[in-house]
């Protein structure tokens, strides 16, 4: 089994617990139109102004440069984390990764969890943490912002929270899109219907738009990304979930 990698970020100690490795998969279904990884949406390796952007890699050939930092994973309690792109979006590829990694390192999938039931259901056997985004609850504004519907994001969302398997809610605060006042405290809502009790937030970068030149692209979002998203924390600690903003 092959997979296509666009990036492989050491010692990254923001994409789950202790230090890891970050494992960045091309190809992701949606188009949320504040992507920072603009790199890594095509599904192919792509040439652009003599730079190859994606690699492939075998299972085992990309395991056995992860386990290369072994130690220093098990010294901090880390791991190596599969993100995107949409990482589900490689679902075969991951899971073969995952499998092989098991019983080795602390096995985390970043996603948006758009991806079929069983796909999901069949990579949350196999993780040891889950950063799970959550972007807008309204599903025409995911449909108009994303560019896909959000009925199985929400789905996958109930079965992670019922799985047993350790995870995090990650909210992408976007001016005026996401951080409303309406959609924030359905985000709470839903996580306390779900028994969840933590949430990590993340500013807006406004460094986003930058990367899109160098494949070709143009940056336009339909938001003001002048205005400072606001990241309204009394609305989830009323609702008594933790805060932590990255």
């Known amino acids: 089994m092959e997979g296509i990698v666009f990036s492989i970020e050491e010692f990254s100690v923001y994409d789950g617990p202790g230090i890891r490795s970050t494992v960045f998969l091309k190809g992701c279904p949606m188009a949320c139109e504040w992507c920072h990884n603009p790199e890594g949406q095509s599904f192919d390796a792509m040439n652009f102004d003599g730079r190859t952007i994606g690699k492939k890699y075998s299972a085992s050939e990309l ?51 758009f991806a079929s039931e069983k796909v999901f259901s069949s990579v949350l056997r196999h993780c040891d943490y889950v950063l799970y985004d959550l972007k807008l609850i309204d599903d ?30 990650r909210v ?50 339909s938001f003001d990304e002048n ?7 009394e609305i989830f600690e009323k609702h008594g979930i933790a805060v932590k903003i990255l």
């Open 63 to 113: 395991c056995s440069n992860l386990l290369k930092n072994a130690d220093v994973f098990s010294f901090s309690g880390g791991g190596v984390t599969f993100s995107g792109g949409e990482p589900l979006a490689q679902s075969d590829f991951l899971i073969e990764c995952l499998q092989a990694l098991s019983g080795k390192v602390n096995r985390a999938v970043q996603t948006s969890g």
């Open 172 to 221: 992408p605060l976007i001016p005026t899109v996401t951080d409303t006042v309406e959609n924030l405290t359905r985000i709470a809502e839903l996580m306390i219907q779900n028994n969840v009790r933590k949430v990590e937030l993340l500013p807006y970068n406004k460094m986003a738009g930058g990367k899109y030149r160098l494949v070709g692209k143009n940056y336009s979002p």
């Open 140 to 169: 025409d504004l995911h449909q108009k912002h994303v560019g896909v519907s959000n009925k199985t994001i929400l789905k996958n969302y109930n079965t992670l929270a019922n799985s047993g398997v350790d995870f995090i809610t």
């Open 227 to 233: 205005v400072e998203p606001n990241p309204r924390i």
